[in-house]
C-alpha cells in the first residue's frame, strides 16, 4: 500500500504561481499530477518517471514544471502564468506498474494510486 501526502495548492490571481508537492511512502517509476475542474472529466497534467523524464499536456506546456526530489519518491510541480482555467482539484497519481510512456501516461487506468487532491483556484 503506497501512502500520498499532497501539499500547496490555493488561491491566486491569474498570472500568479503555484507549487504542490506529492510524498509518496516509497520510490516509484512514475508519480505525477492529474486534475479535475468542475463539471469536467479528470485530465493529465504531468507526469515524470524515475530518469527524470517529463510529459506535459499542450495546456500546461511552458508553464508548469514537473520534477522530482533525490529519493525518487516525491514530485513537485510548479505552476506559474496561472489562468482561471487551471481551477481544479489536482491530484496526484502513482503508477506501481512502470515507468511512464508518451503515448498513455495520460490514462487514468494506467495509475493505481491516488492523493485525495488539493485544490488550486486562479482568479481573473
Known amino acids: 500500500q503506497v501512502q500520498l501526502v499532497e501539499s500547496g495548492g490555493g488561491s491566486v490571481q491569474a498570472g500568479g504561481s503555484l507549487s504542490l508537492s506529492c510524498a509518496a511512502s516509497?520510490?516509484?517509476?512514475?508519480m505525477g499530477w492529474f486534475r479535475q475542474a468542475p463539471g469536467k472529466e479528470r485530465e493529465g497534467v504531468a507526469v515524470?518517471?524515475?530518469?527524470?523524464?517529463?510529459y506535459y499536456s499542450d495546456s500546461v506546456k511552458g508553464r508548469f514544471t514537473i520534477s522530482i526530489g533525490k529519493a525518487k519518491n516525491t514530485v513537485y510541480l510548479q505552476m506559474n502564468s496561472l489562468k482561471p482555467e487551471d481551477t481544479a482539484m489536482y491530484y496526484c497519481?502513482?503508477?506501481?506498474?512502470?515507468?511512464?510512456?508518451?503515448?498513455?501516461?495520460?490514462?487514468?487506468?494506467?495509475?493505481?494510486?491516488w492523493g485525495q487532491g488539493t485544490q488550486v483556484t486562479v482568479s481573473s
Open positions: 515524470i518517471d524515475r530518469d527524470g523524464n517529463t
Open positions: 497519481a502513482v503508477d506501481t506498474g512502470g515507468t511512464c510512456y508518451e503515448d498513455s501516461w495520460y490514462e487514468e487506468f494506467k495509475y493505481n494510486y
Open positions: 516509497e520510490p516509484r517509476l512514475c
